[in-house]
T-cell receptor, first 117, second 111 residues
Framework: GAGVSQSPSNKVTEKGKDVELRCDPISGHTALYWYRQSLGQGLEFLIYFQGNSAPDKSGLPSDRFSAERTGGSVSTLTIQRTQQEDSAVYLC???????????????FGPGTRLLVL | SQQGEEDPQALSIQEGENATMNCSYKTSINNLQWYRQNSGRGLVHLILIRSNEREKHSGRLRVTLDTSKKSSSLLITASRAADTASYFCATDGGSSYKLIFGSGTRLLVRP
């Protein structure tokens, strides 16, 4: 079956503009995660969705960042009034249930490379 | 902020040699995972080791975990040029779902 897909692959925008990044998780996965990876760095957790539960937004760096997940499937990460420091690769992942500390594998999409000029 | 530190930051070896990467973390964990990333894109899950395990094997991969030292190592034996990638450790930080990644080791395997 298809893996996690993300669009666009690359996005170049001007400082101050809003951007929307899309993630299509693996069908049947109830847990969805967004991470950010700055150049040469590891991944930084942004937000987590699990089923109908309230999302964990604790990793969002500012109120310019928001995300939603419609119908328990597709998710959109929105960055308002983009800044140059927002430039990074934004990675989405999904997993089957996202719970229990049992070490569930997260399956990652190819990422969206965002460049803010 | 990142929990883990990995060393070395970069490693260059000859094909056929073994590659060892180390990861240290700060908080208690339920498990530790290793991921591989090619060309700064999506990550691929390699192996998971639980906090009550000390060593785990998968093909040419061997992972060890020392919870007393809060450290793990990934050994790739008989390396191939195709193993060239960045390798990241990730812990759950004691939570059930959030992964906390190290800064990664960039491995170059020279043919």
């Amino acid at each position: 079956g298809a893996g996690v897909s993300q669009s666009p692959s690359n996005k170049v925008t001007e400082k101050g503009k809003d951007v929307e990044l899309r993630c299509d998780p693996i069908s049947g996965h109830t847990a969805l995660y967004w991470y950010r990876q700055s150049l040469g760095q590891g991944l930084e957790f942004l937000i987590y969705f699990q089923g109908n539960s309230a999302p964990d937004k604790s990793g969002l760096p500012s109120d310019r960042f928001s995300a939603e997940r419609t119908g328990g499937s597709v998710s959109t990460l929105t960055i308002q009034r983009t800044q140059q420091e927002d430039s990074a690769v934004y990675l989405c992942a999904s997993s089957l249930v996202g719970a229990s500390g049992s070490g569930e594998t997260q399956y990652f999409g190819p990422g969206t490379r965002l460049l803010v000029l | 902020s990142q929990q883990g530190e990995e060393d070395p930051q970069a490693l260059s070896i000859q094909e056929g040699e073994n590659a060892t990467m180390n990861c240290s973390y700060k908080t208690s964990i339920n498990n530790l995972q290793w991921y591989r990333q090619n060309s700064g894109r999506g990550l691929v899950h390699l192996i998971l080791i639980r906090s009550n395990e000390r060593e785990k094997h998968s093909g040419r991969l061997r992972v060890t975990l020392d919870t007393s030292k809060k450290s793990s190592s990934l050994l790739i034996t008989a390396s191939r040029a195709a193993d060239t990638a960045s390798y990241f450790c990730a812990t759950d930080g004691g939570s059930s779902y959030k992964l906390i990644f190290g800064s990664g080791t960039r491995l170059l395997v020279r043919p």
